[in-house]
């Protein structure tokens, strides 16, 4: 397998059309499962996979002459796991042949010229890889849990992908992301609980602390209680509302809420700047935010309303979505930004909620009279999206709250709630910490989120899932 700048620079050495990008990651992922209080499977796996993007920018032809026009700007992608060397002309050929059949770019702009962005000094580098070692003393906690009452389910992942990114324009960047992630599922008569952390080594990760969390919530549900559907004070933990904001933060999109199509329109433009909230709650994205980091600057292999493959390359900084309660900034590529005459702004692959008290999950449950503690949510899907109303469902372990104590498990619900909303009813939020989603691990694990108190969350219907 030949070094991953090699596969770069012949791609763009034999590419014929206006403009390339080549984008290589060579992957390495180790897992570890459990069930029944087993271990069942581990292994370590590494891959390639790259990408070959062509840019192809035609003269208009107006009444007869060429050139009287604009230009006509189309992009082919095709992507490949080979690791062969022979291979590459081929991909770039194909590549070549789908932007010359393609539609026309929405989002077309000049690339990006080499001196526009950071210099990466490690583009030589080797690609760091990961090994079963990592999971050693998680291993051996969970052997140590296995001797318990509870059945015991699970899994752990950490993956470490190397990205090397080159552009016909001399463009050369390159970053290292660590991910990983533990998730135990603990049972004990008939009731179940979900625990669950992110980490980038798993240096942080305490397999002894999650088990004794999930025995304190399989524990909870020694009693039963049933409650109809309604609106009830709801306590959520930081991983669910990672979940919700989360799907906020993915719809946040300048174009769509210009054109009127989401949450974020109103009347003659978008909400940037509309208050939410009278607490100082900030959300943000942030490549540099320590222990979340990611590459700092754009990856795309294929253009969206939020993500340009002609701003590949381009420096990522902060951005404030929410900002002290009010909505702050939309994503936006070059071209959309132009267009509309707002500034960049690049989703983030982390996100971070601060701007509440220190104030912990046990003492917001302590502080309730009477109400909820929703710990997880299990398949979240969109209802409407002018409206941004969510609904999805309840799942291992809602508890009720009586005088602040935990008095039992309360039977599932299905609820219908919109994140900007809830933001809107907030009445306190806690202190920000690490946490997990759970509906969108697979996809996005950077996550740290006060737990938030909604005094009218709304269970729309009860729910047979476990």
């Known amino acids: 397998m030949i070094a991953p700048q090699l596969v770069i620079e012949r791609a763009l050495a034999c590419a014929s059309v206006d403009d390339t990008i080549v984008i290589v990651t060579d992957s390495s992922d180790a897992t570890l499962r459990w069930a029944g209080n087993s271990m069942t499977t581990n292994g370590i796996a590494t891959s390639r996979r790259w990408e070959v993007i062509s840019i192809v920018r035609e003269?208009?032809?107006?009444?007869?002459r060429s050139g009287a026009g604009g230009t006509t700007v189309r992009v082919g992608t095709v992507s490949s796991t080979s690791v062969d060397p022979d291979d590459i002309e081929a991909v770039v050929r194909a590549s070549e042949a789908a932007a010359r059949s393609a539609e026309p770019a929405e989002d077309a702009m000049p690339l990006l010229p080499r001196e526009s962005v950071s210099d990466p000094h490690d583009w030589d580098r080797r690609a760091q890889h990961t090994s079963v070692d990592v999971f050693g003393s998680l291993a051996t906690e969970l052997n140590v849990g296995f001797d318990g009452e509870d059945a015991l389910y699970g899994f752990a992942q950490h993956t470490v992908d190397n990205v090397w990114l080159g552009t016909s324009t001399g463009v050369r960047r390159t970053f290292t992301q660590p991910t990983g992630s533990v998730e135990i599922n603990g049972k004990r008569s008939g009731a179940s609980a979900w625990v669950g952390t992110g980490t980038t080594d798993f240096q942080n990760v305490s397999a002894e602390s999650m088990l004794a969390e999930l025995s304190t919530r399989l524990g909870w549900a020694r009693n039963t209680i049933e409650l109809p559907a309604g609106r009830y004070e709801t306590v959520l933990p930081p991983s669910a509302v990672a979940d919700l904001m989360i799907y906020l933060m993915w719809t946040m999109e300048g174009r769509g809420a210009q054109e009127g199509r989401t949450a974020l329109s109103r009347a003659g433009g978008t909400r940037v700047g509309e208050k939410l909230t009278d607490l100082p709650l900030t959300l943000y994205s942030d490549p540099r935010a320590s222990g979340l980091e990611y590459a700092p600057f754009v990856i795309a292999g294929?253009?969206?309303?939020?993500?340009?493959?002609?701003?590949?390359?381009?420096?990522?900084?902060?951005?404030?979505?929410?900002r002290d309660g009010s909505v702050a900034a939309l994503s936006y590529p070059r071209a959309a930004a132009q267009k509309f005459g707002a500034p960049v702004a690049v989703p983030g692959n982390n996100l971070v909620m601060t701007g509440g008290t220190d104030t912990r999950l046990a003492e917001m449950v302590a502080?309730?009279?009477?109400?909820?503690?929703?710990?997880?949510l299990w398949y979240i899907r969109e209802v409407d999206p002018t409206s941004l109303l969510l609904t999805g469902l309840t799942r291992d372990g809602v508890y009720a709250i009586e005088d602040g104590r935990i008095t039992g498990a309360v039977n599932n619900f299905r609820f219908n709630e919109s994140p900007l909303d809830l933001l809107r009813r907030v009445t306190e939020a806690g202190a920000t910490e690490a946490t997990l989603p759970r509906e969108w691990k697979d996809w996005f694990t950077r996550t740290a989120m006060p737990p938030l108190r909604i005094p009218d969350f709304h269970m729309s219907s009860v729910s047979a899932a476990q």
Do not use: K, Q, Y
């Not at 003269?59 to 007869?64: I, K, L, T, Y």
């Not at 294929?302 to 929410?322: L, Q, T, Y």
């Open 59 to 64: 003269a208009d032809v107006v009444r007869g």
């Open 302 to 322: 294929s253009s969206s309303d939020a993500v340009s493959v002609f701003d590949n390359g381009m420096d990522i900084e902060r951005v404030d979505w929410v």
């Open 367 to 376: 502080a309730t009279e009477r109400g909820l503690l929703l710990t997880t």
